[in-house]
């Protein structure tokens, strides 16, 4: 089946830096979404991109799907960027990644 | 206008009891999910219906029914819980292969 791999496992920054999150697959899919697990707890949809780039106020996601990668850039980085963030993707039945967890420092 | 509520938000309950959790979306969407998240934040499909068709269904125990009476509503029954089961379940609906959008969660606890 499809392996879903994100990095790094862990992120602590300090409020207003930047970061970068990789999710790397084994297959090509035609479905990629990101997702933010709050601390509360809450599954947030970021990006539904399969391909290409987006971008969102201060984050943006890109998908190079025949290198079977995409990343997911946080600019100026707040407290409340802080959580889990998840790549997931398949076409009926979506395969996750373990999770970046990500904590922002005032 | 929550777009996809779980109830309850929180279960506790003993070991051997059988439960349900009820989750209902206002969003139009086609297809549902039942997520199970354990205690490493790992997540994993158990089940997934399309028009109130079963399309997905991981192996999970028997003991896990799903039922939708409508494409609004996709609820999760859980019988004779172990202690094994306690994790949270989340809901979800979208258009079959489009943006998923999830509930709240339901943290299962069982003593």
Not at chain 1, 42 to 61: D, E, H, V
Not at chain 2, 50 to 73: C, G, M, Q, W, Y
């Amino acid at each position: 089946g499809i392996q879903v791999e994100q990095s790094p496992p862990d992120l602590i920054l300090q409020e207003g830096a930047n970061s970068t999150l990789r999710c790397n697959f084994s297959d090509s899919v035609n479905n990629l979404q990101w997702f933010h697990q709050n601390p509360w707890g809450q599954l947030i949809n970021l990006f539904y991109i399969p391909s290409g780039t987006k971008q969102n106020g201060r984050l943006s996601a890109t998908t190079v799907a025949t290198e079977r990668y995409s990343l997911l850039y946080i600019s100026s980085s707040q407290t409340t960027d802080s959580g889990v963030y998840f790549c997931a993707l398949g076409d009926y039945q979506l395969i996750w990644g373990a999770g970046t967890k990500l904590i922002i420092k005032p | 206008d929550t777009a996809v509520s779980q109830t309850p938000k929180y279960l506790v309950t003993q070991m051997g009891n059988d439960k349900s959790i009820k989750c209902e979306q206002n969003l139009g969407h086609d297809t549902m999910y039942w997520y199970k998240q354990d205690s490493k934040k790992f997540l994993k499909i158990m089940f997934s219906y399309n028009n109130k068709e079963l399309i997905i269904n991981e192996t999970v125990p028997n003991r896990f029914s799903p039922k939708s009476p409508d494409k609004a509503h996709l609820n999760l029954h859980i019988n004779s819980l172990e202690l094994g089961d306690s994790a949270v379940y989340f809901c979800a609906s979208s258009q079959l292969g489009d943006t998923q959008y999830f509930g709240p969660g339901t943290r299962l606890t069982v003593l």
